[in-house]
């Protein structure tokens, strides 16, 4: 009884097992891997020798599927304890998965001695397995080379399927270098169509190009079809048999068809024919409005409205250049605060340029901004007025009155008020007898800001400088004397050139009114902008050849298509040349487009596909000869021609290996190229869009940070700034400059601690921070009395100073450390380098000051005495030079009792 309930009781178990065991079948060939994993995994302690070898496959095939590896170890503990020599081959390959999994090196994991003793059933099995998981591509490498030394092992490898699974990912990997390796190693071993594409490609690449055609023709006989026609045809272009591509093409289908047949057509010498091939637009385009308005503005013939739409810091040059009334309020900080000082607005005109001296444009803008704003700001035209207005009313008889006539009137025409400073100066004038420069200058100024340019006229020529000969040419125009304000131009440019973009500007717009064109190339312009005027104004195509590569990109762009057009009808090549540069530093789409189908028009126009072929992204990517380049490959070539400067070429390039590759890191790092190229093509808009290829956060917002901070968009890059959690994600070379700027955000923010926390991080990237950073940051170190941070920062920032200003001004911050760190001797000597050997105002004298300042707190009191006696004369008037002048007086009264 009792032995008949244990045969019920086992029976019934039994049952239950291969129940369970069949629906873990079931589900894994449903692809529920998990599920199926699961279920095996709770049967695992269960299984009985039948069972075992019924379901051991589907069970191992789950847990590797469903990537359980722990299952996994388990059950090849179970099967090594109660089968051990049931199926060794399968069972060797899971042990080495395992290995891998573990992080053992391939080399080492490998159990080759092993193999090798196995029955070549077992062989076959092992690799089996192999081809089933989804190894490394490392490990894939591996084992093809290393069994290749072996015929056995070579032949358990072809007759496994693992050489077809290996060759079919390395395919859709685009990696050549496995699939050149399984060519190499096992030769002509497949029976299918696409290992035969592949084996033919592989030929091509090897040069192999007569065996290729073999191949090709084959393997077209034996499929025939769109894709091993391409393969022909291709195999005919590279044995140089193009007549027999061409018929072969005949009715191309794909874009790679089209463009295999374009580079036949053009080896044939058929190039007329290759626009209809590839549907080329091969009409002359329209130049783009936007683009238009540029040519018109070097041209001097200003559209405002346009202007204003498109170049708002071109429409405020215009309204300069053209002797506008208009009072503008767009445009940039330096121009507009040039046209409010022209105009003697000079309350608007001071707050401009000091937005202008925050974001400096170039060289040339941020001294004349310095120069005006130092004009307006050496003036205290608030205190002046109040002290003025009761010196003049109630102390007329005094001496003082007449001493300070000048003066006064000077604050009066700073405060805005140009009829009160007329007044007084008419009075010093005709009743005081005063005729100096000066007086005639402001008279001259005055009147010029009140519109009574017959008057100011009289006064600005009797004293001829830059900033009189400006406004007197000004003065001529308005009275109707356009060839004397030409004159006046013209002598102002030679003698002193005190605005040269401004009377160089004025000139050029003057000499086109006047007819006097040709004259221009001959004066001695500086700036980038009037020189390219000057180009288009005087049509001197020599001249603007001569400029073109000193230029920056905004006027080499103009002046590229100037050259393209001047140059279509008779030297069509040169023409292409500029063509070229211009399409490959496009800064919007609407730019490439133009460009390039201007190109199309010229080439098919000149019958010269050359530069067509060779610049053409399509054209690069789909030439026969590049068929075998692999995706690393191209965008080697793209990085090639981006260091060139040739960013249309690359960024095409790229673009179409994009859509090619299919994996996601590949597609990432081509995604962060792209970004790159937009960014150095001040493409923005586009840059936006290949940003959004791309999938890691943090890469992203670095990114969009980089794009909104080139864009002046502050909050929307510093948003995007804040978002960035890994700092490893950004190149290493950039880390520094990124954390300094979002340092600097935070100080200016008011979270001064997590801009120390961000500047504590960044010493590990100084190389990279940018300089105005470093020094900020440091300053700010040395105010929360971390001064072994700020000693780091500021220490970087005088081993970066290169400009003279910046070498003092490092050096003055390091002085300032080294002094509360109390290395006196240290700080004299930096503040000592300043005022001796640097001579930078205003460190030079600050220098000084604190220099005395730690003499005196020495003792050393007549060394401290010399340095505030050249301080106060040095900054006379000032109240560092009046403190100056009291610590002086105080240290010789001391000196003086000890004597």
């Not at 090798?116 to 084992?143: E, G, R």
């Not at 463009?259 to 009409?283: D, F, H, M």
């Not at 490959?584 to 390039?596: G, H, Y």
């Not at 004298?845 to 005196?856: D, G, I, N, P, V």
């Amino acid at each position: 009884m009792l032995r008949r309930a244990l045969l019920i009781a086992t029976l019934t178990l039994s049952t239950a097992l291969a129940s369970d065991l069949n629906l873990g079948v079931k589900l894994y060939s449903d692809g529920m891997y998990s599920l199926a994993a699961k279920t095996f995994s709770e049967n695992l302690d269960s299984l009985n020798d039948k069972n075992f070898k019924k379901y051991y496959r589907y069970i191992y095939l789950s847990f590797l599927k469903s990537q359980d590896y722990k299952d996994l170890k388990r059950f090849l503990s179970f099967w090594e304890r109660n089968f051990p020599e049931f199926s060794k081959g399968e069972l060797l390959a899971l042990k080495f998965i395992l290995s891998l999994k573990k992080g053992v090196p391939v080399e080492k994991a490998f159990p080759e001695k092993d193999l090798l003793s196995m029955s070549i059933d077992n062989k076959v099995s092992f690799f089996k397995v192999l081809s089933k998981s989804d190894l490394p591509s490392n490990a894939i490498y591996f084992i093809l080379l290393r069994s290749g030394r072996n015929l056995e092992l070579k032949g358990a490898l072809r007759d496994s399927g693992f050489l077809e699974r290996a060759l079919k990912r390395a395919s859709k990997e685009n990696d050549y270098k496995l699939i050149d390796l399984i060519f190499d190693t096992y030769g002509r071993w497949f029976k299918g169509k696409e290992e035969g594409v592949q084996y033919v490609r592989y030929l091509e690449r090897k040069r192999r190009f007569s065996e290729a055609l073999v191949e090709a023709q084959k393997l077209y006989k034996k499929y025939p079809g769109d894709r091993t026609r391409l393969e022909l045809a291709r195999a005919y272009y590279l044995n140089k048999k193009y007549s027999e591509a061409a018929k072969l093409l005949k009715n191309p289908k794909s874009t790679e068809e089209k463009y295999l047949l374009a580079w036949t057509l053009y080896r044939l010498g058929k190039v007329g024919e290759i626009p209809k091939v590839i549907g080329l637009n091969i009409s002359k385009p329209k130049v783009p409005e936007k683009l238009k308005a540029l040519l018109d503005f070097y041209s001097a013939e200003f559209d405002l409205d346009t202007l204003k739409k498109f170049y708002p810091e071109l429409y405020t040059k215009a309204l300069i250049f053209s002797f506008s009334d208009e009072i503008p309020e767009v445009g940039s900080s330096d121009d507009l605060g040039y046209i409010y000082y022209e105009r003697g607005l000079y309350k608007s005109s001071e707050e401009e340029l000091k937005r202008a001296v925050q974001s400096p444009s170039n060289d040339l803008s941020t001294a004349r901004t310095l120069y005006l704003l130092g004009k307006i700001g050496t003036i205290n035209s608030d205190v002046g007025s109040v002290v003025y207005s009761q010196l003049m009313g109630s102390f007329q008889n005094t001496p003082y009155y007449r001493a300070s006539l000048l003066d006064a009137a000077k604050v009066y025409l700073i405060s805005g008020s140009p009829n009160v400073s007329i007044k007084l100066l008419e009075y010093a004038y005709k009743e005081e007898g005063i005729r100096t420069p000066e007086l005639l200058k402001l008279l001259g100024i005055s009147y010029f800001n009140v519109g009574n340019y017959k008057r100011a006229k009289e006064f600005l020529k009797r004293v001829p400088d830059g900033d009189t000969l400006t406004l007197l040419a000004i003065c001529q125009y308005k009275l109707g004397s356009k060839k004397e304000a030409y004159r006046t131009l013209k002598k102002e440019i030679k003698k002193y050139s005190i605005f040269p973009e401004v009377n160089g500007g004025r000139l050029i717009y003057l000499s086109k009114v006047l007819g006097k064109e040709r004259e221009l190339t001959k004066l001695p312009l500086i700036s980038p902008l009037t020189k390219t005027m000057a180009a288009f104004v005087s049509k001197n195509i020599n001249y603007a050849e001569k400029i073109f590569n000193t230029l920056p990109h905004r006027e080499k762009t103009a002046l590229a298509l100037y050259l393209t057009e001047s140059y279509e009808k008779k030297k069509p090549q040169k023409s292409i040349f500029y063509l070229t540069y211009l399409f490959n530093t496009a800064s919007n789409e609407e730019l490439e487009r133009f460009s390039k189908q201007y190109m199309n028009y010229l080439s098919y126009r000149s019958k010269n596909f050359e530069a067509l072929i060779f610049n053409d992204p399509y054209f690069i990517a789909y030439n026969p000869e590049n068929v075998g380049a692999d995706a690393l490959t191209l965008i080697s070539k793209a990085r090639d021609y981006e260091s060139n400067g040739e960013y249309g070429k690359a960024y095409g390039i790229l673009k179409l290996t994009l859509e090619k590759v299919n994996s996601p890191k590949l597609k990432e790092q081509i995604a962060e190229r792209l970004v790159e190229i937009d960014l150095k093509q001040k493409n923005y808009r586009r840059a936006l869009k290949d940003i959004s290829l791309i999938q890691d956060s943090d890469v992203k917002n670095y990114l969009l940070f980089r794009t909104y901070l080139s864009q002046g968009k502050l909050i929307d890059a510093y948003t995007a700034a804040q978002s960035v959690k890994d700092i490893t994600k950004i190149p290493e070379k950039e880390r520094g400059y990124f954390l300094g700027k979002l340092a600097h955000y935070y100080k200016l923010t008011g979270n001064k601690n997590r801009a120390l926390e961000i500047s504590r991080e960044l010493t590990k990237y100084l190389s990279s921070v940018n300089y105005d950073d470093l020094v900020s940051l440091g300053i700010l170190a040395q105010e929360s009395g971390d001064l072994e941070l700020a000693e780091k920062l500021i220490g970087e920032a005088v081993k970066r100073a290169k400009k003279r200003e910046e070498r003092a001004e490092s050096l003055f911050w390091r002085a300032s450390i080294e002094a509360q760190r109390g290395n006196v001797d240290g700080a004299l000597i930096d503040y000592m380098k300043i005022a001796y050997e640097i001579k930078a105002e205003p460190w030079s004298s600050t220098a000084l000051y604190r220099a005395a300042q730690l003499l005196e707190k020495k003792g050393d009191y007549r060394q401290a005495a010399r340095l505030y006696k050249r301080v106060s004369e040095m900054k006379k008037g000032t109240k560092e030079g009046k403190e100056a002048e009291e610590r002086l007086k105080s240290l010789l009264k001391r000196l003086k009792k000890e004597e």
